[in-house]
């Protein structure tokens, strides 16, 4: 019963017109009374959803189901007002305008996606670290300015003058 009254909801306080709300809610109501009498699957007459999702429009999210016109983003169901203004990055949103999805987290516009983080302006990305403006990337490391990158390590002076290494 508990669902019946979610599903009612969720189409209520969804972005659609008065005619498809009440086809979706009488389409709602009567499956959960025929549901009740064991005929649901025959009485419907409409292709059913692959999933956990047996109610015709409804698509899998997570553990829950989402109407084809709502958003789904980390198994929660989002209306047309969410959507309209962010983005789904893995499970989080990310608001459209002032953010950018990055490997399941938001960073600001301003800044770089670096594997995991976001780099602040100026910073670049080593790996999956971010490296300070006067730092270059070695292998997988942040050097300061003036040490040398032999064999993928920072060395603050070169170890042979055949060893290829290169200075920043």
């Known amino acids: 019963m508990s669902a019946l009254i979610d599903d009612i909801s969720r189409v209520i306080a969804s972005p659609v017109s008065r005619r498809e709300a009440f086809r979706l809610v009488g389409g709602a109501v009567g499956g959960a009374v025929l549901a009740s009498l064991g005929l649901a699957r025959a009485a419907r007459g409409r292709p059913q959803t692959v999933g956990a999702c047996a109610q015709y429009g409804q698509v899998p999210c997570g553990s829950t189901c989402c109407y084809?016109?709502?958003?789904?983003?980390?198994?929660?169901?989002?209306?047309?007002?969410?959507?309209?203004?962010?983005?789904?990055?893995?499970?989080?949103?990310?608001?459209?305008?002032?953010?950018?999805?990055?490997?399941?987290?938001?960073?600001s516009k301003t800044q770089s996606c670096c594997g995991l983080q976001c780099c602040a302006r100026g910073q670049n990305c080593c790996g999956n670290k971010c490296c300070e403006a006067k730092t270059f990337c070695c292998g997988a490391s942040c050097c300061p300015s003036g040490y040398y990158c032999c064999a993928g390590k920072c060395v603050p002076s070169r170890p042979s003058k055949s060893e290829p290494c290169f200075r920043i």
């Open 68 to 107: 084809t016109y709502e958003m789904c983003c980390g198994g929660t169901c989002y209306g047309a007002e969410v959507s309209a203004a962010y983005n789904c990055c893995g499970t989080m949103l990310c608001n459209k305008r002032s953010q950018q999805c990055c490997a399941n987290h938001c960073c």
